[in-house]
């Protein structure tokens, strides 16, 4: 019977972080689309600020620029693709029959 208890006891505090991880997993979808919207937007606005910072004759220089607007064009073009995958994920369960 000691086993027993001591088994139980070992298993215990295992469960708490199984239920924990299950409500990380259903917000983190979520919590993952709002990071990358951010983060796009974030690289989107710092390239407008390397563009103007060229053209103002700043310190910026022409390829830090160039730098700073391909990652925010490849960060759009990833969100895009993440778009368009859940649309398209969205409309195949549309067409499900019950």
Do not use: C, W
């Not at 979520?30 to 407008?48: H, M, P, R």
């Not at 620029?65 to 409309?91: F, G």
């Amino acid at each position: 019977m000691n086993t027993i208890q001591a088994v139980t006891a070992a298993i215990a505090p295992v469960q708490p972080a199984a239920t924990s991880a299950t409500k990380e997993l259903t917000s983190s979808f979520g919590d993952l689309l709002n990071t990358l919207v951010s983060e796009t937007n974030n690289q989107q606005q710092q390239a407008d600020q390397a563009i103007q910072q060229l053209h103002a004759g700043g310190e910026q220089s022409l390829h830090e620029a160039m730098i700073s607007m391909e990652k925010a064009d490849i960060s759009l073009r990833y969100m895009v693709q993440v778009r368009n995958k859940a649309i398209e994920a969205y409309q195949e369960v549309m067409r499900m029959q019950v």
